[in-house]
């Protein structure tokens, strides 16, 4: 069974840094799509970075591109997001999420069936 644990969130002032990470287990990820959304009080989830395990292709929305980077450590079976120059608009919780396949809606929190529990980041202004 996937296991997703995300850590590394808190309280950080704008133009801050964090980095969120995501242990992965329960079986091999190769083949899989990782990412990751965010979800703000009374808000959608919404995507912000996503990467394939095998080829480690990324993409990332508009509104954090150039701020966040989204990585992988296929030993360490973990997935990683940079989060640099924060704004208050960044405040929120963050899940780590996986799914089956490189194709298709990857941005679409409604194709990733196994997520993480969430961390929350919180920029104050």
């Known amino acids: 069974q996937v296991q997703l644990v995300e850590s590394g969130g808190g309280l950080v002032q704008t133009g801050g840094s964090l980095r969120l990470s995501c242990a992965a287990s329960?079986?091999?990820?190769?083949?899989?799509?990782m990412g990751w959304f965010r979800q703000a009080p009374g808000k959608e989830r919404d995507f912000v970075a996503r990467i394939t395990w095998t080829g480690g292709n990324t993409d990332h929305t508009d509104s954090v591109r150039g701020r966040f980077a989204i990585s992988r450590d296929t030993a360490k079976n973990t997935v990683y997001l940079q989060m640099n120059n924060l704004k208050p608009e960044d405040t929120a919780l963050y899940y780590c999420?996986?799914?089956?396949?490189?194709?298709?809606?990857?941005?679409?929190?409604?194709?990733?069936?196994?997520w993480g529990q969430g961390t929350q980041v919180t920029v104050s202004s």
């Open positions: 999420a996986a799914r089956i396949g490189t194709f298709g809606s990857l941005s679409r929190a409604a194709s990733y069936p196994y």
């Open positions: 329960g079986r091999t990820f190769s083949g899989y799509t």
